[in-house]
T-cell receptor, first 114, second 112 residues
Framework: SQTIHQWPATLVQPVGSPLSLECTVE??????LYWYRQAAGRGLQLLFY??????ISSEVPQNLSASRPQDRQFILSSKKLLLSDSGFYLC?????????????FGPGTRLTVT | AQTVTQSQPEMSVQEAETVTLSCTYD???????LFWYKQPPSRQMILVIR??????QNATENRFSVNFQKAAKSFSLKISDSQLGDAAMYFC?????????FGAGTILRVKS
């Protein structure tokens, strides 16, 4: 089975500061990787997904970017945070051979922009 | 458009009773997968159950079962013998391409 690690678990950053959230996957090679954002009590908004190293698809134009420097590493970044970037960020992974694209989720990062 | 609608923002159930969460979806795909995920207060997303659209038999996992009506594009989740640990937000989702499309979620409260 897959294990998804995310860090940090909690982050408080001032407006205008940079951001780097990291996600790593254990237990599978060449996973499909996803970044979601979730506002309190709300649904999941897909931000980015990747089907391989260096391959990033953006779902929503915003202040964020994503990179995949290694097969099982997915990074979410921002050069200058906005108040609206606050939220709960989830990383997910699906196995490349699983035609259902069932996703496994990490524990999430709670980001507060002050 | 590929969409998922969960029309019940919140539901309540008495412990040991049965509750059904509704989900409808719209997709142009003919073969797809459907999922129910649970997000407890810890916010860890957990897969509850999945259904392959080409299978007519409804999926079952212990106390959790689905009522899949492909023609109506309906995929409801039934929780039997509800337990306090079932209290969570539940998300319905379906596979579209190499992604999942999620509904807005239903908060389930379990009363003791």
């Amino acid at each position: 089975s897959q294990t998804i690690h995310q860090w940090p678990a909690t982050l408080v950053q001032p407006v205008g500061s940079p951001l780097s959230l990291e996600c790593t996957v254990e237990g599978t090679s060449n996973p499909n990787l996803y970044w979601y954002r979730q506002a309190a009590g709300r649904g999941l908004q897909l931000l980015f997904y990747s089907v391989g190293i260096g391959q990033i698809s953006s779902e929503v134009p915003q202040n964020l970017s994503a990179s995949r420097p290694q097969d099982r590493q997915f990074i979410l970044s921002s050069k200058k945070l906005l108040l609206s970037d606050s939220g709960f960020y989830l990383c997910a992974s699906s196995r490349p051979w699983d035609s259902s694209y069932e996703q496994y989720f990490g524990p999430g990062t709670r980001l507060t922009v002050t | 458009a590929q969409t998922v609608t969960q029309s019940q923002p919140e539901m309540s159930v008495q412990e040991a009773e049965t509750v059904t969460l509704s989900c409808t979806y719209d997709t142009s795909e003919s073969d797809y997968y459907l999922f129910w995920y649970k997000q407890p207060p810890s916010r860890q997303m957990i897969l509850v159950i999945r259904q392959e659209a080409y299978k007519q038999q409804n999926a079952t996992e212990n106390r959790f079962s689905v009522n899949f009506q492909k023609a109506a594009k309906s995929f409801s989740l039934k929780i039997s013998d509800s337990q306090l640990g079932d209290a969570a937000m539940y998300f319905c989702a379906f596979k579209y391409g190499n992604k999942l499309v999620f509904g807005a979620g239903t908060i389930l409260r379990v009363k003791s």
